[in-house]
């Protein structure tokens, strides 16, 4: 028993294959603990400490593509032989799984049999020292902080009855602020992804967000129409990230995407950026590491329990502005005579030898909005990937390189596409959190983009 | 135990609840509430009448709330044994320490009667989680087959997803209460491909979630052979259908879009912990704040919307909140002004408010309580009060809107943007066919003061979503929202296509 009062998790793994019955087997062990604080009204509320595991038994009858499956999950420390024996009822009365493929022998990582790896909310201390000071000042200038910070580490074991023994330790943190003035008028948020928190200073963000709100001391009402925006890589990731959530092969050959062409084929090949924009993901991106092998606890239009094991390599979505990939699953890539294509669990967007910051874009501005986040972004038209949402917590207007005052909100129509083919002017590619999408997609990397004509639909008098 | 626990009783219940809330007790807590949950959740997906992936997940784990000295503390494990709910207490009261030396306002709870040991059943007669896949999975296919077999359909999606709740909650005040609920939502969807002259278009069912069992596919709440054999035509005409032409319209909406609708634009701006800002940095705030109670004209006079955790196969009902608090039902919005809040036990007593209603809930043993929404509901006119059709006659010039589809509301719950899947034209009084890349847009008091005319009794209809979200960490809550067919004039139709500049 490790300390946790939970069975080595390497063990479960081998009691669950040694359980199976069935032709072939999958066990899947995540073992999750988690620390998170939030705050508001100048006060810690809420907080926790976890410990989850789930266990995911993949039960396979048949071999090849001749397949059935059938999936169990249960968290907890229940017996291994349940799981495997509910998961085998199912794969019985199975047709043959559409996504069958041969299960892999996919590699044996070392440290198989090492403990999980743990967190807890130590982590928080420097956070949490500096916070009591930033609340008094706050209270003092009439300020108001609320904000969010959140540690998780994700131990994966993954067994098959094929001989595959993977393991990975993913950890994953962000801390979000929020300052809004004591009458609500003005806001302004910073986020930041991290893996474990030693590079993060509460107290610097304080400072920035503090000079943030000073721009908001002059007010200018602009009403809704097309404008220049200057994006921060947090709100180009709060869109950006729509269009990998959408590059699904399968929903492309069917018809309904905006990766469609007609008669079932799809738009790979097509040029749909003028500037050469590369979108990526890569399992091994320095910073933004993730999972280089598959792990699916169920099946999808374009993940198959089948896959899992199998490595991921980097996955170039756009290369040069032109669609070079869609996520395939292995027996989709076959049907459609395409590479299987996992999808590593990051993204990154880059121009190469675009190398300025956000405030070279801002004192390159005539007369723009420059954005903070973005905020309820929803998918307004699959086929043209139409988004709708708002911009929140801090809209500035430059005018000559410089931010002349805070501008009330807006509701914008838009698709990323669109976004990026209208762009006129990019940034150097860094670390970007995006606000809506994090707790999904917390690794990202996005540069800063100048874009032409941004579609305000209407003003949003919230603050 | 009793033999509605769903397994749990395969536990040592007692064994643990004594060792975690004597150890809270030890350690100084004033309060502690202990809950050990499993939830079952099953999703079958089907692309073209065939399995594209099946989920059958068995949660189980407990979670501790403490409040010590004045601070709340909170851990959850899936570990269940004495000694883990012992290490529970000791990791709870160490988070309420830790985060409580970056200052803290002292956390008070509102008065709530011991309700001794209770049980709580939700109506349903088939529990769906105990219904065999293969069986689940034939009805989906069946029904997909037929979708598919009609010319205009190209493809079909098809999802069900089932959950079974079983909740053991006990405090320090002597409350212990064991309660059950299931619910259901099958969704099927039609692609049209078309021959390539215009884009693609989609037509989902509107039938909504609920608090059923699995007879709700059976014709109990719903009719999904009706409704599924209309899919087709509809989605045929609507690949036919002009595209809107923008500007203000007078719109008939059905209960199966007005939910979402009060969802967003009542429901989540009367909870009072947002309009007091303890949602700022995540969900937001309310434009509703509270010095407002009891003078903010939110809508017109017909507006009464209810709150309740007592609705009859509503999503969000319960016997008992997560804070020990028996179910009620009270007033948001009486007349067209707030009167009231959804509130769980700490921001009742924060503002002086009396007993709290009952609306904390967490998603997972995992997760803290907070306070999530009742069954937020939009009261229908007379029992012998207007059809749809009768509604739909009193039109000149308008559109007629069913079921939902994107939505969107800012931060403080001002400004919202709807699509839905069916927009249909009206013309003196009559249907005359459906439009295409519609949506409505406006300010929520503005749209509440358009409000003209309530459907009768017979219109009234509870829909819902399993997905509400709010905390962070995250947490999904399921809800359900009544509402009769209803008339709003003058509202602002988008033309989507425009709005992509196409």
Redesign the interface.
């Known amino acids: 028993m490790s300390e ?3 069975p080595n998790a390497d063990e479960v793994v081998e009691r669950a294959l040694s359980a199976s019955r069935a032709d072939g087997c999958v066990v899947i062990v995540e073992d999750v603990a ?21 266990i995911t038994v993949v039960a396979i009858y048949g071999k090849g593509e001749e397949a059935r499956a ?9 017996d291994p032989g349940e799981i495997v024996a ?1 998961a085998e009822l ?1 794969a019985k ?3 043959v ?3 069958a493929s041969p299960l892999e022998e996919a590699g044996v990582d070392a440290d198989f049999a090492d403990q999980p790896g743990s967190t807890d ?2 982590v ?1 201390s420097p956070v ?2 500096d ?2 000071p930033a ?2 000042r706050a209270l003092a200038d009439g300020r ?1 902080l ?3 910070a ?1 540690h998780e580490v994700r131990t994966t074991y993954l067994g098959t009855s094929t001989g595959t023994r993977r393991r990975h330790v993913q950890p994953t943190g962000s801390i ?3 300052e ?1 003035s004591a009458d ?1 008028s003005a ?1 302004t ?1 910073a986020g930041v992804g991290t893996s474990d928190f030693a590079d993060v200073s509460l107290a610097a963000m304080d400072e920035r967000l503090i000079g943030r709100l000073g721009w908001a001391k002059r007010k200018i009402e602009l009403d809704a129409g097309r404008y220049e925006v200057i994006m921060p890589p947090d709100a180009v990731a709060d869109l950006v990230l729509e269009i990998d959530f959408a590059a699904s092969g ?1 929903e492309a050959e ?3 995407s905006v990766f ?1 062409a ?2 079932g084929r799809t738009r790979i090949g097509e040029r749909l950026t003028e500037l050469p924009f590369d979108l990526f993901g890569d399992p091994f991106a320095p910073g933004l590491e993730s999972a280089p092998f598959v792990v699916a ?5 374009d993940s198959s329990v089948f896959d899992n094991g199998l490595p991921i390599d980097k996955v170039t979505w756009l290369k040069d502005g032109t669609l070079s990939r869609l996520r395939y699953h292995r027996a989709g890539a076959r049907r459609s005579k395409t590479g299987f294509t996992p999808s590593p669990d990051n993204l990154v967007l880059s121009l190469h030898g675009a190398d300025r910051g956000l405030d070279e874009l801002v004192a390159n501005t005539e007369r723009g909005l420059l954005l903070t986040c973005l ?10 990937l ?1 988004l ?3 911009t ?1 917590d801090g809209v500035y207007l430059v005018e000559n390189g410089e931010v002349v005052g805070a501008v009330n ?1 807006f ?1 914008f ?3 990323p596409l ?1 976004l990026l083919a209208k762009t006129t002017e990019v940034g150097r590619t860094e670390r970007a959190l995006s606000r809506e999408w994090h ?1 999904w997609a917390n690794r990202t990397a996005m540069p800063a983009l100048r874009v032409a ?1 941004f ?1 305000m ?7 | 135990m009793v033999a509605n626990d769903g397994g749990l009783s395969e536990h040592p219940i007692d064994a643990i609840r004594s060792a975690a809330l004597e150890r809270a007790t030890e350690l100084g807590c004033s309060r502690a509430e202990l809950r050990i949950e499993q939830i079952r959740t099953q999703v079958v997906a089907m692309r073209d009448a065939k399995v594209e992936g099946t989920v059958d997940d068995r949660a189980l784990g407990m979670g501790l709330r403490v409040i010590h000295d004045g601070a709340i503390g909170f851990a959850g494990t899936v570990a269940l044994t004495p000694d883990d709910g012992r290490r529970l207490a000791d990791l709870a009261v160490g988070a309420a320490k830790a985060t409580a030396l970056a200052g803290g306002e002292r956390v008070e709870l509102a008065d709530e009667p011991s309700h001794g040991t209770v049980d709580w059943t939700a109506s349903y007669k088939i529990d769906p989680t105990t219904v065999p896949l293969s069986d689940r999975v034939a009805r989906l296919e069946a029904w997909s087959t037929d979708l598919l077999s009609a010319t205009a359909v190209d493809h079909v999606t098809a999802t069900l997803m089932s959950v079974s709740e079983h909740k053991y909650y006990a405090d320090t005040s002597g409350t212990t209460t064991t309660q059950h609920r299931v619910r259901l939502h099958p969704s099927l969807e039609a692609l049209s491909v078309g021959d390539g002259s215009s884009s693609f278009e989609t037509m989902r069912t509107a039938a909504p979630p609920v608090g059923r069992g699995y007879e709700y596919l059976d014709g109990d709440g719903w009719d999904f052979p009706a409704e599924l054999a209309e899919i087709p035509s509809l989605l045929e005409e609507k690949m036919h259908s002009p595209s809107v032409e923008p500007g203000m319209y007078d719109l008939v909406i059905d209960p199966t879009n007005l939910w979402l609708t009060i969802h967003e634009s009542v429901g989540h701006a009367t909870e009072l912990d947002r309009a007091l800002g303890y949602e700022a940095a995540y969900a937001g705030t309310s434009f509703a704040t509270f010095d407002k109670l009891g003078k903010l004209r939110y809508g017109s006079e017909l507006m009464h919307v209810t709150g309740d955790r007592t609705a009859t196969y509503g999503l969000a009902s319960v016997g008992y909140d997560d804070e020990g608090v028996a179910a009620q039902s009270f007033d948001l919005v009486r007349d067209g002004i707030l009167v009231g809040y959804q509130l769980d036990r700490r921001i009742a007593k924060r503002q002086g408010l009396g007993r709290s209603n009952g609306c904390a809930f967490a998603d997972s043993p995992l997760n803290i309580p907070i306070q999530r929404m009742a069954n937020v509901s939009l009261q229908p006119g007379s029992s012998d009060g207007p059809t749809t059709q009768d509604l739909i006659s009193g039109i000149e010039h308008g559109i007629y809107i069913v079921g939902d589809k994107s939505w969107s509301i800012d931060m403080q719950r001002y400004n919202f943007q709807f699509t839905g899947q069916r927009f249909f034209r009206i013309e003196n009084g009559r249907i005359a066919g459906q439009l295409r890349d519609a949506a409505y847009q406006a300010t929520t008091t503005d749209f509440w003061g358009s409000l003209r005319a309530l459907g009768g009794k017979s219109t009234y209809l509870l829909c819902g979503a399993f997905n509400c979200g709010k905390g962070q960490p995250g947490q999904v809550a399921p809800v359900s929202h009544g509402c009769p067919a209803a008339v709003f004039e003058g509202v602002r139709i988008l033309n989507t296509r425009a709005e992509s500049g196409r």
């Open positions: 946790s009062g939970l988690d620390a998170n604080v939030r705050f508001a009204n100048n006060t810690t509320t809420t907080n926790g400490v976890r410990r989850d595991r789930r059938g999936v169990f999950s249960v968290s907890g420390s229940t509910a199912d009365s199975s047709s799984a559409e996504d909310l130590s928080f949490l020292t916070l009591g609340f008094s108001v609320s904000g969010f959140i979000e602020l929020v809004r609500g806001s948020w399968r069917d018809g309904g469609s007609p008669e606890s169920s099946s999808g239009p905020w309820y972004i929803r998918e307004v038209d699959r086929s043209n139409l709708t949402g708002l929140r909100n509701r129509n838009e698709s669109d707790e004509d579609n639909s209407s003003v949003s008098p919230a603050s």
